[in-house]
Each structure stands twice: as C-alpha cells, then as structure tokens.
C-alpha cells in the first residue's frame, strides 16, 4: 500500500450521520494533513495534526493521529449534503515531502 | 485569503506540442508545487520550488519541467507532449521553507488534454 493510503475508498450516508475516513502510512512524520475536494476543484486544507498530537478539532471535524499504529482519523459529525466531496490525507516527513494518498469519496445523501 | 490562480481550466493540445501551463499566487510564499491527479494514483508530485530559480524533483518529473523567474510563478513545462500526460494539473503553493509544515493552498486545476 501507498503512504497516505485512505479508507474507505467510497462512503454513503445519510445527512446527520457521522462520517469516519481512516489513513494509514508507513514511514515516520513530522504532521499529518486532511484535505477536502469538490468535484471539479482543487484541494481545501481542512485540519493539521502534528506528530506529538493524538488528537485534533475544529468545528465539526475530529482528527485523531497513532503514531505507534502509524494511522490517523478524520470524523466529520452530523453530516451535511454540502460535505460531499472527496478527502485526502497527506503525510509530510521531517525533510518536508508530502505524500497524498487515493482519496475517500463521500457521499451524503439529503 | 490565499489565491492560487492556475492560468486554464481546460486544456487541448495535440502529441508533440509544447506545453506551457500557468500557476500564480498572491501570498507571498516560498513554496510552490505540481502534481497530477489521475484516477486511482492520488495526487502525485511532478516538481517543487522553495525559493526563485530553485527547483527539486518529485516523484514523477520525467517529461516535465519548470521554471520560477518570480517568486510569485511557477510554471510547468510539457517539453513535446504526450497523451499520457493528459491529466489534472494542481498548482499549490505554502508558507516557509523546505521543512514546512504549514498547509498548502491549491489552485482549482487544469483538465488537460492531449490528442
């Protein structure tokens, strides 16, 4: 599997469920990313989570980051249609390169 | 806010055609990036820049290359185009030096096509 590797590949709920996305990725880190794209659109930087964190909020986003399990979390409660996009985790090392992985695709359903 | 702005939307251009495609940001930042987002590969990293003139190699650079003559545009160069380069381009751009850590700000792509 790839660095930045996001599961699963596709999701489909209904509005006010939760939506939980996992990545994992194999090498050592200095911060961990989540993304968000809309179809048609470039990335949007949702949320940073650093190496020595273990987790992370801001609004309806959670972020949580094992270092030891080398795996992170992004929960998006209470969801809305408007959060249909897909969402990337990226991995960044200490030397600054950033690996993206495939993208979970969310769907929310009205 | 930050604007990246990636000069098309959509792109035809036919094999063999040199391509040039367009990224310009407005925050002032030291880095700026290429990928190509392909269905299935995820965001790949073609080049980056930390600094005017500077550029590195990233994971997949082989048919491209670029230039940074200014600190606020990066240009990516598809020196005899081929049709497995057609793909989404993003543009991004951030804050800081090679060892950054603070968040990267994208351009809204450009859907390129080679014939």
């Known amino acids: 599997s790839q660095q930045g590797e996001e599961d699963p590949q596709a999701l489909s709920i209904q509005e006010g469920e939760n939506a939980t996305m996992n990545c994992s990725y194999k090498?050592?880190?200095?911060?961990l990313q989540w993304y968000r794209q809309n179809s048609g659109r470039g990335l949007v930087h949702l949320i940073l989570?650093?190496?020595?964190?273990r987790e992370k909020h801001s609004g309806r986003l959670r972020v949580t980051l094992d270092t030891s399990k080398k795996s992170s979390s992004l929960l998006i409660t209470a969801s809305r249609a408007a959060d249909t996009a897909s969402y990337f985790c990226?991995?960044?090392?200490?030397?600054?390169?950033?690996?993206f992985g495939d993208g979970t695709t969310l769907t929310v359903k009205p | 806010d930050v604007k990246v702005t990636q000069s098309s939307r959509y792109l035809v251009k036919r094999t063999g055609e040199k391509v040039f495609l367009e990224c310009v940001q407005d925050?002032?930042?030291?880095?700026m990036f290429w990928y190509r987002q392909d269905p299935g590969l995820g965001l790949r990293l073609i080049y980056f820049?930390?600094?005017?003139?500077?550029?590195e190699k990233g994971d997949i650079p082989e048919g491209y290359s670029v230039s940074r003559e200014k600190k606020e545009r990066f240009s990516l160069i598809l020196e005899s185009a081929s049709t497995n380069q057609t793909s989404m381009y993003l543009c991004?751009?951030?804050?800081?030096?090679?060892?950054?850590?603070?968040?990267?700000?994208f351009g809204d792509g450009t859907r390129l096509s080679i014939l």
């Open positions: 990226a991995t960044i090392t200490n030397a600054g390169k950033s690996t």
């Open positions: 925050m002032d930042h030291e880095n």
């Open positions: 989570i650093r190496s020595n964190e």
């Open positions: 991004a751009s951030s804050v800081s030096g090679i060892y950054s850590n603070q968040p990267q700000h």
């Open positions: 090498t050592s880190i200095n911060n």
């Open positions: 820049s930390y600094d005017v003139k500077m550029k």
